[in-house]
């Protein structure tokens, strides 16, 4: 079974500040890794998403995420935040293998950007 | 056009009544899902279906009970609503039942059971 870990549950940054949302997983398998975005009153829309192959991914919106299999670890960052940025942000995974098209979530952060 | 459409959006009711909730994806994916949001923004998986079939049912109790009339819709319905039912229910849909696959959510429908 996998499980997912998103160690703040809201982050204040003001504009222009670089972000990073902080994800750990657990699982005795090999897995996929994803983020999501939630805008206020709206479903989930992907940012960017680990397969395999190089450990930096690069999503829209200016964001990226390092998979870091020693430390279990899927970090999302953004060099520069804009208000827009504003959101709940859910970090999720899913076996690579014997697939259901499972998705895992995690509790969710909460990015306050600030003017 | 929207790609993942649900509807009603907001759906209020009382204690012990049944409803449900339409999902419809102009995608043409072959697989769908039912997600809960709960009031701490927890989501989980509740239901996916590929094919018209059942494949993930998470412990939902019986008195949820997906139905799949063709692959583009995946509609909920829930008996003798409970207080705890409350919160956002999610469709989703993706092109295979293969997680490498990005799953495409509606807009959700917050359902308030009084």
């Known amino acids: 079974a996998q499980s997912v870990t998103q160690l703040d549950s809201q982050v204040p940054v003001f504009e222009e500040a670089p972000v990073e949302l902080r994800c750990n997983y657990s699982?005795?398998?090999?897995?996929?890794l994803f983020w999501y975005v939630q805008y206020p009153n709206q479903g989930l829309q992907l940012l960017l998403k680990?397969?395999?192959?190089?450990?930096l991914v690069k999503g829209i919106n200016g964001f990226e995420a390092e998979f870091n299999k020693s430390q279990t670890s899927f970090h999302l960052r953004k060099p520069s935040v804009h208000i827009s940025d504003t959101a709940e942000y859910f970090c999720?995974?899913?076996?690579?293998?014997?697939?259901?098209?499972?998705?895992?979530f995690g509790q969710g952060t909460t990015l306050q950007v600030k003017p | 056009d929207t790609a993942v459409s649900q509807t009603p959006k907001y759906l209020v009711t009382q204690m012990g009544n049944d409803k449900s909730i339409k999902c419809e994806q102009n995608?043409?994916?072959?697989?769908m899902y039912w997600y809960k949001q709960d009031s701490k923004k927890f989501l989980k998986i509740m239901f996916s279906?590929?094919?018209?079939?059942?494949?993930i049912n998470e412990t939902v109790p019986n008195r949820f009970s997906p139905k799949s009339p063709d692959k583009a819709h995946l509609n909920l319905h829930i008996n003798s609503l409970e207080l705890g039912d409350s919160a956002v229910y999610f469709c989703?849909?993706?092109?295979?039942?293969?997680?490498?696959?990005?799953?495409?959510f509606g807009p959700g429908t917050r359902l308030t059971v009084t």
């Open positions: 989703a849909s993706s092109q295979f039942l293969d997680s490498s696959y990005e799953q495409y």
């Open positions: 699982s005795s398998v090999s897995v996929y």
């Open positions: 680990y397969l395999s192959g190089s450990t």
């Open positions: 999720a995974v899913s076996a690579a293998s014997g697939n259901t098209g499972k998705l895992i």
């Open positions: 995608l043409g994916h072959d697989t």
């Open positions: 279906y590929n094919n018209k079939e059942l494949i």
